[in-house]
């Protein structure tokens, strides 16, 4: 099989960056990304934009010819759009319609990054055929700039916004996503994976929680060995709890519309799912001791993403 310029065959890598203007009026995602198919004729890179206000989706294919990227920092050139952990500088035009602007971040705070645990992933990181890997660049981070979506101008400073990436060769078969970084009281953000993660011809419930609580990260995850209860799924609602020995988390997220974006599924851009920007998170934080489970946070989380995909069965969910 030939080798691509960029990239090995049928794989992706896409990056998610999510921001919310100073009035909450406003939430976009904009999602550029890189498929790799069998052969260049089958490759293509894209910027993929959500807007929550309107609840479009906007997909921008562009030849693969087009994609930069810089392998030691988070640096993507497609075209003349650039996105980088300073910022995003757009230039999109297809289909009678059209979004430009720059946005600059500041004060980024990552996920805690140390020898052992490289990245949100873990030691998972460093597993050979993962399908899926999963990072999170940014928790919470100030913007400043404007965005112009077919004429509608939105002035992104003073507002909040995350940064996530994936790559590998396509997304799980079925999973649950939730980001929100809009409390009542500022500096939390909180995120959750759980998905059916393939291994060694079978699978496994495998998620990614953290939670950004009073400048530090909490995190949750499989391979911190934190025990998570079975997700309750309806139309309008995903609950669950999550725990380790220190700490308690209690989740109620109420669903809204979403639109909806393309996936990757062998690293092309075939799949489909539903996503909203205007879903909300009901937090409920508690320490632990031997004695007693004291609250810490209480709060809901606005302009939350949220999406729930596939045979929820396979994480073990249960629908009511």
């Given at each position: 099989?030939?080798?691509?310029?960029?990239?090995?065959?049928?794989q992706?890598e896409?990056?998610?960056?999510?921001?919310?203007?100073?009035?909450?009026?406003?939430a976009?995602?904009?999602?550029?990304?890189?498929?790799?198919?069998?052969?260049?004729?089958?490759?293509?890179?894209?910027?993929?934009?959500?807007?929550?206000?309107?609840?479009?989706?906007?997909?921008?294919?562009?030849?693969?010819?087009?994609?930069?990227?810089?392998?030691?920092?988070?640096?993507?050139?497609i075209?003349?759009?650039?996105?980088?952990?300073?910022?995003?500088?757009?230039?999109?035009?297809?289909?009678?319609?059209?979004?430009?602007?720059?946005?600059?971040?500041?004060e980024?705070?990552?996920?805690?990054?140390?020898?052992?645990?490289?990245?949100?992933?873990?030691?998972?990181?460093?597993?050979?055929?993962?399908?899926?890997?999963?990072?999170?660049?940014?928790?919470?981070?100030?913007?400043?700039?404007?965005?112009?979506?077919?004429?509608?101008g939105i002035?992104?400073s003073?507002?909040?916004?995350?940064?996530?990436?994936?790559?590998g060769?396509?997304?799980?078969?079925?999973?649950?996503?939730?980001?929100?970084?809009?409390?009542?009281?500022?500096?939390?953000?909180?995120?959750?994976?759980?998905?059916?993660?393939?291994?060694?011809?079978?699978?496994?419930?495998?998620?990614?929680?953290?939670?950004?609580?009073?400048?530090?990260?909490?995190?949750?995850?499989t391979?911190?060995?934190?025990?998570?209860?079975?997700?309750?799924?309806?139309?309008?609602?995903?609950?669950?709890?999550?725990q380790?020995?220190?700490?308690?988390?209690?989740?109620?997220?109420?669903?809204?519309?979403?639109?909806m974006?393309?996936?990757?599924?062998?690293?092309?851009?075939?799949?489909?799912?539903?996503?909203?920007?205007?879903?909300s998170?009901?937090?409920?934080?508690?320490?632990?001791?031997?004695?007693?489970?004291?609250?810490?946070?209480?709060?809901?989380?606005?302009?939350?993403?949220?999406?729930?995909?596939g045979?929820?069965?396979?994480?073990?969910?249960?629908?009511?």
């Amino acid at each position: 099989m030939p080798q691509l310029k960029w990239g090995k065959p049928n794989q992706f890598e896409g990056w998610y960056f999510k921001q919310v203007d100073a009035t909450e009026e406003n939430a976009i995602a904009v999602i550029p990304g890189v498929s790799f198919g069998r052969n260049e004729a089958e490759s293509h890179c894209f910027v993929q934009v959500l807007d929550g206000r309107t609840r479009n989706a906007y997909y921008f294919p562009f030849p693969l010819e087009d994609f930069q990227s810089d392998k030691k920092h988070l640096r993507i050139s497609i075209r003349d759009n650039e996105f980088r952990m300073d910022g995003i500088d757009l230039h999109l035009k297809a289909n009678k319609h059209e979004i430009s602007g720059s946005l600059q971040f500041g004060e980024i705070i990552p996920w805690p990054v140390s020898r052992f645990t490289p990245g949100a992933m873990g030691p998972f990181r460093f597993i050979p055929g993962m399908q899926c890997l999963h990072g999170i660049l940014s928790f919470d981070h100030k913007l400043q700039g404007n965005v112009i979506i077919d004429n509608r101008g939105i002035n992104f400073s003073n507002g909040r916004g995350y940064i996530e990436k994936d790559w590998g060769r396509e997304f799980p078969s079925a999973w649950i996503w939730m980001q929100s970084n809009h409390f009542e009281e500022p500096g939390i953000s909180f995120t959750a994976s759980i998905a059916n993660i393939p291994w060694m011809k079978r699978s496994f419930t495998g998620f990614l929680i953290g939670l950004l609580y009073n400048g530090t990260v909490y995190r949750f995850t499989t391979y911190t060995r934190a025990k998570i209860s079975t997700p309750k799924v309806s139309e309008d609602a995903v609950t669950f709890t999550v725990q380790d020995k220190n700490s308690l988390i209690e989740v109620d997220a109420q669903r809204a519309h979403g639109a909806m974006l393309k996936s990757p599924e062998e690293g092309l851009m075939t799949g489909r799912i539903i996503e909203s920007l205007d879903s909300s998170i009901q937090l409920k934080y508690f320490t632990k001791d031997k004695n007693r489970t004291e609250l810490i946070f209480e709060g809901t989380g606005r302009n939350a993403g949220l999406e729930v995909v596939g045979n929820l069965s396979e994480i073990g969910a249960i629908q009511v």
